[in-house]
């Protein structure tokens, strides 16, 4: 070869480090999550282990992959095994050991219940590390897209039709069965297997309208017992006023049963066809975080089948109330106009949480005038919307309510785009919740391993 360049030879013999420890830099984020999950307290996992048949691997380096692979983008458990041989970073987490395919699959949805303490744990770690103390945060929803297509999506009126078809089928060719046997067709074999096809599928429709019927009637109960609490309200202000409300009388919900466009989907029945910001309508869920809006890490979150956020605020809330006291509690809260309510400002001050939930959508290009102004007079009451929309037009409520753009959606940004995290891998809502754990916990890590790196 030329000297103008290094000498490329594949044959030349070299000897690894003899040391694991060795392979990698002491910055690296696997070393980071070996040794933050070294001090998680896995009893849990390890005891539910019965120690029989052939030694298993160790639940701790089995979710140190996972924790490693899901904030590097690799989650698919063929991938993490393919990586146990591949790269030196899966490599070292999994200590030159190599876990096929279906054990890591099985330790995945075998402990998703456990995630949550996990999440919780980590949390903990980063309190101790002087990473985390809650105090401002900010909350924030995306569409996560199911391991489902919209395409099988099934409607009520579409099963009904689909029914009444593969009934008439079924008819017509046990009739045709029936003169394969008198006249001894030649095709009569066939005669049983396009039954037992139709009959296959018809089992499935059915199993959708029914479950399409008790979303009907579990609507309707939700239905019927806001409109009784809705009544209560409306007895207990006349009875305080002592006149009766002006306007008409709210009338009872009615039980009409499912409405022709009701849908199912048969391969996750629990996803729910959602409207997302970059593809259009698409088979997915909720999913929210709650984010520190000082170390943007995520310290709650949850899963929903709803499209609109109004209705995850409380659930939220739950979550923070149930962090441990040594994590802390918030002061503030930051959320758009997607979660503007009087039962969500009300919900956040029995928190004892101040609310920033946007009124409405901010207007662009403000004039400086705008954007520096102080609002006119004081609320009458320090709660409530009108408490809550003046506090929004402070300057303090506007920089504070501004940096939420830089803290939730930001996250989302990092989980889909740098971690790639587009869809769900598993199926079924209980499961997803366990994912999105996971994903979470991942996160943290990958930013915990950052802040420190700018601290030092």
């Known amino acids: 070869m030329s000297d103008r360049f290094r000498s490329v030879n594949r044959q030349m013999p070299y000897l690894m480090p003899p040391s694991l420890e060795e392979w990698l830099p002491e910055d690296h984020l696997a070393r980071f999550v070996v040794e933050t999950v070294e001090t998680l307290d896995t009893t849990a996992l390890e005891e539910a282990y ?21 904030a590097t983008g690799t989650y698919s458990s063929r991938k993490i095994e393919e990586a146990t041989y591949d790269s030196v970073a899966f490599r070292y987490v ?71 078809q593969l009934m008439e089928e079924v008819e017509e060719l046990m009739e045709k069965a029936e003169e394969a046997d008198d006249e001894d067709l030649p095709d009569e074999t066939s005669v049983p297997e396009e039954i037992a096809r139709r009959e296959k599928r018809l089992e499935k429709i059915r199993e959708a309208k029914q479950t399409i019927e008790e979303r009907a009637r579990e609507r309707h109960e939700a239905e019927k017992a806001a409109y009784e609490d809705k009544m209560e309200k409306r007895r207990e202000e006349e009875k305080r006023t ?35 910001s970059d593809n259009g309508f698409q088979q997915a869920y909720n999913a929210q975080a709650t984010v520190c809006m000082d170390s943007h890490l995520i310290v709650g979150g949850h899963i929903s089948q709803k499209s609109n956020d109004k209705q995850e605020l409380k659930p939220a809330l739950q979550d923070l109330s149930e962090l441990p006291e040594r994590v802390g509690s918030p002061d503030r809260l930051a959320a758009d106009s997607g979660y503007y309510s009087s039962d969500n400002a009300q919900a956040c001050e029995d928190h004892r949480i101040t609310p920033y939930i946007s009124t409405g959508r901010e207007k662009h290009n403000q004039t400086w005038k705008e954007r520096f102004s102080e609002p006119e007079g004081t609320p009458e009451e320090e709660s409530g919307l009108e408490a809550m929309a003046y506090r929004l ?64």
């Open 50 to 70: 019965d120690g029989r048949g052939s030694e298993a691997y160790h639940p701790k380096m089995l979710l140190a992959l996972l924790f490693y692979g899901y």
């Open 94 to 164: 999994a200590a030159n050991q190599h876990p096929d395919h279906d054990t890591i699959c099985t330790f995945r949805r075998r402990f998703l219940e456990e995630l949550e303490g996990l999440f919780v744990q980590i949390l903990e770690v980063a309190v101790e590390m002087g990473l985390l103390e809650v105090g401002d945060v900010a909350l924030d929803g995306t569409k996560v897209k199911a391991n489902a297509s919209k395409h099988k999506a099934l409607s009520y009126e579409h099963a009904c039709k689909l029914e009444d």
């Open 242 to 276: 002592g006149r009766k409300k002006p306007g008409p009388k709210p009338e009872p919900p009615e039980d009409t049963g499912p409405e022709p466009d009701d849908q199912v989907n048969l391969t996750d029945e629990e996803s729910r066809i959602m409207h997302t």
């Open 393 to 456: 037009e402070t300057r303090e409520g506007k920089d504070f309510y501004g940096r939420r753009k830089g803290t939730a959606e930001p996250i989302f940004g990092i989980v889909k785009e740098a971690m790639g995290i587009r869809q769900f891998l598993l199926r079924g809502l209980e499961k997803v919740k366990g994912e999105w754990a996971l994903i979470r916990c991942a996160f943290n890590l990958k930013r915990m391993h950052r802040l420190l790196g700018q601290a030092t």
